[in-house]
């Protein structure tokens, strides 16, 4: 069944692409790091769940099985992964480490892609009776990612840039073996201008999956060739792309 989240927070390594629901600053809850990969050796990783406020923390840690399908992002509930613990509770400066457990063999055989699952933290209201107003909670979606065994074949990108209605959408596939996390995007024309259509994090796109963003920017902002400026996996690339009537 897909999993629909009522308060989302896309965490990752980049500051600018995390998003919180309710009043963060009100919260101790923190996470690090923020993305998790297991290699095909491996069995188990970990992180840390730490309290930096004042009050104490109650958290709940539960993992999902990641795909993309139709150009959505689908999460269901798995046990090919296993948390220990699944519950935690924090005093005021306290951490605890979260194991995230492999329970099955990594991705195998020919062409064999990457494996992804979300691990979703959520703050648990505490002490909220008798307080005036809403009482907010935080809540992380953080990936994680298993490496298949054999060579790691990294992401492979094909894009395209067109019209949807009065809209411009941007698409994006992937036939890699490994995911591709979008960032920083900016359009370059060929006179030097340059259009910045999402200066955080715009998402990720898995093996074997498309997906597609609507962009802010005007028709005006993508001139025919052009070129696409982005950080992916954290790295600078650069693809030419011109704004078409029809997709690819």
Same mark, same amino acid.
């Given at each position: #069944? ?19 629901? =309710?009043?963060? *600053?009100?919260? =101790? ?9 297991? &290699? ?5 990783? *970990? ?5 930096? *406020? ?32 699944? #519950? $935690?509770?924090?005093? +005021? ?13 990594? +991705? ?16 648990? +209201?505490?002490?909220?009776?008798? &307080? ?20 790691? $074949?990294?992401? /492979? ?13 941007? /698409? ?9 996390? %979008? ?8 006179? =030097? ?6 200066? =955080?994090?715009?998402?990720? $796109? %898995? ?15 993508? +001139? ?25």
């Amino acid at each position: #069944m897909k999993h629909t989240w009522r308060r989302y927070t896309e965490c990752s390594a980049l500051l600018a692409g995390l998003w919180m629901a =309710g009043d963060a *600053g009100a919260s =101790g809850l923190q996470v690090a790091p923020t993305t998790v990969t297991l &290699k095909s050796s491996q069995n188990a990783e *970990g992180l840390w769940l730490s309290n930096t *406020g004042d009050n104490v923390v109650h958290a709940q840690v539960r993992v999902y099985h990641w795909t993309q399908n139709d150009q959505q992002d689908r999460l269901v509930a798995s046990r090919g992964l296993v948390i220990s613990p699944p #519950m $935690v509770q924090l005093a +005021p400066g306290d951490r605890q480490l979260i194991r995230v457990i492999r329970t099955g063999a990594p +991705p195998s055989g020919a062409n064999a892609a990457e494996d992804a699952y979300r691990l979703a933290i959520d703050e648990l +209201p505490v002490g909220a009776e008798g &307080k005036r107003g809403l009482q907010f909670v935080l809540h992380y979606s953080l990936p994680i990612f298993i490496e298949p065994l054999g060579t790691k $074949v990294g992401p /492979q990108l094909q894009w395209d840039l067109h019209r949807r209605g009065e809209d411009i959408v941007l /698409q994006v596939s992937n036939r890699g073996g490994s995911h591709a996390q %979008l960032a920083s995007l900016s359009y370059i024309g060929t006179d =030097g201008h340059r259009t910045e259509i999402n200066p =955080g994090l715009l998402g990720y $796109v %898995l093996p074997g999956a498309t997906m597609q963003w609507m962009l802010k920017p005007p028709a005006s902002a993508f +001139p025919a060739g052009g070129t696409l400026e982005a950080m992916i996996n954290g790295e600078k690339a650069l693809q030419n792309l011109s704004l078409s009537d029809h997709p690819r």
